[in-house]
T-cell receptor, first 115, second 118 residues
Framework: DTEVTQTPKHLVMGMTNKKSLKCEQH?????MYWYKQKAKKPPELMFV???????INESVPSRFSPECPNSSLLNLHLHALQPEDSALYLC??????????????FGPGTRLTVL | AQKITQTQPGMFVQEKEAVTLDCTYD???????LFWYKQPSSGEMIFLIY??????QNATEGRYSLNFQKARKSANLVISASQLGDSAMYFC???????????????FGRGTQLTVWP
């Protein structure tokens, strides 16, 4: 299984809502990533988990709260978002090992709209 | 300075023709990897091809090949025999071997929007 799945595919939420994005992989990867991508722009790294511990936080606002309950799952909890947070949110996973070759496998993304 | 530069915001190619998408990179790390990803309008990032900095030969994967010129720090993607389904955004990316960590950040270029016309 070389697939990363993400749910939901689309999400519309108000600025006062609390919602969560989910990501799952069964490739035995121990590194998982959250990216934010605006239209016609490259993905921007938000968070990296390694062995279920947060390794990188790219100064993301606290209204985004990541969680890695186990090695296969990655969540992104959303609260009090702003309209400018509307974007495609991509999850990715990779093996956590040294070396330049470390392909990241991406999920299909969640398209988030904040009203 | 930008790590990855893609200078072509958009490219057009006729079906069955070959097209080259440009990518230059900037790094002082002797060990690095270069990736190309395809992103259709559906949003998923699809891995296409990889080139390691120590690889002697250019990488090839089916209709995709990577023209790797190390001295020029360029890693252009060549798509042969273009198909309508190749219409998508293409991103060049680089990973540097971080000797202090097993997690290497993936640096993306701004992307090139490829349109294949019949």
């Amino acid at each position: 299984d070389t697939e990363v799945t993400q749910t939901p595919k689309h999400l519309v939420m108000g600025m006062t809502n609390k919602k969560s994005l989910k990501c799952e992989q069964h490739m035995g990867h121990r590194a998982m990533y959250w990216y934010k991508q605006k239209a016609k722009k490259p993905p921007e790294l938000m968070f990296v988990y390694s062995y279920e511990k947060l390794s990188i936080n790219e100064s993301v606002p606290s209204r985004f709260s990541p969680e890695c309950p186990n090695s296969s799952l990655l969540n992104l909890h959303l609260h009090a978002l702003q309209p400018e947070d509307s974007a495609l949110y991509l999850c990715a996973s990779s093996q956590d090992r040294a070396g330049a070759y470390n392909e990241q496998f991406f999920g299909p993304g969640t398209r988030l709209t904040v009203l | 300075a930008q790590k990855i530069t893609q200078t072509q915001p958009g490219m057009f190619v006729q079906e069955k023709e070959a097209v080259t998408l440009d990518c230059t990179y900037d790094t002082s790390d002797p060990s690095y990897g270069l990736f190309w990803y395809k992103q259709p309008s559906s949003g998923e990032m699809i891995f296409l091809i990889y080139q390691g900095s120590y690889d002697q030969q250019n990488a090839t994967e089916g209709r995709y090949s990577l023209n790797f010129q190390k001295a020029r720090k360029s890693a252009n993607l060549v798509i042969s025999a273009s198909q309508l389904g190749d219409s998508a955004m293409y991103f060049c990316a680089m990973r540097e071997e971080d000797r202090g960590s097993t997690l290497g950040r993936l640096y993306f270029g701004r992307g090139t929007q490829l349109t294949v016309w019949p």
